[in-house]
């Protein structure tokens, strides 16, 4: 069953991203994971580029 709202939000986030007409960025990442195999240095940098 939480797999099922967590594709309706999703579903919502996309939604609502779209009715926007600026560019937007979805990352979903398992948390329970992924923490071990990324290297936090690296997300930052990257989430920063995005960000200018």
Do not use: W
Not at 30 to 40: G, R, T
């Amino acid at each position: 069953m939480q797999g099922f709202f967590n594709i309706c939000k999703s579903i919502n986030v996309i939604h609502h991203i779209n009715k926007l007409k600026n560019n937007h960025m979805i990352i979903s990442i398992d948390a329970e994971k992924a923490f071990d195999k990324i290297q936090h240095p690296f997300m930052i940098r990257t989430l920063q580029k995005k960000n200018k």
